[in-house]
């Protein structure tokens, strides 16, 4: 019998992926580039959810960033905003209609989403970066239906 995964050990064990994909760094690491934006839907600001930034190559580090209620975010690679590594990236936006939850009896939910399925994949959302060195950036990615 398969064991029983649960949302919050889900949300952990994603957590210390996303920890060790991103690693340690620190003021002596290579420099990053100032990388902020606004997500909005046809045209109008959306928030909370995460944007996150995937090198093409496949080599290089990630840099994620969170989407506030105002649709703004800021990209970050070692600690909350510091910045992102020159490169080139592939871009996937993550906008939560609805937090998971539960209820009285015990029953998990999942998040519904704003975002379409399509804008949730680096390969499909269509979105790309070339960040390069000291160009800080402030991007829009808009999403439609």
Known sequence: MLPTVTLPRLVRA?????LGIVG????TGPELTPITG????????VGPGTVAFVPTDGTG???SGTIESSGRFKMSVYKPGDGVLP????????VIKEPAHGD????????????PE????PDTSGFNV??????????????KP
């Open 118 to 121: 399509r804008y949730m994949n």
């Open 24 to 27: 340690c760094g620190g003021p």
């Open 104 to 115: 009285d009896k015990g029953n998990l939910f999942p998040p519904t989403y704003l975002s």
């Open 130 to 143: 070339t960040v390069e060195k000291r160009k800080p950036q402030d991007l829009k990615f808009d999403l």
């Open 14 to 18: 994603s957590a210390l992926l996303l």
């Open 87 to 94: 490169g080139t990236y592939k871009v996937s936006v993550t």
């Open 38 to 45: 606004v997500v909005t839907f046809e045209g109008k600001p």
């Open 61 to 63: 580090n990630p840099a």
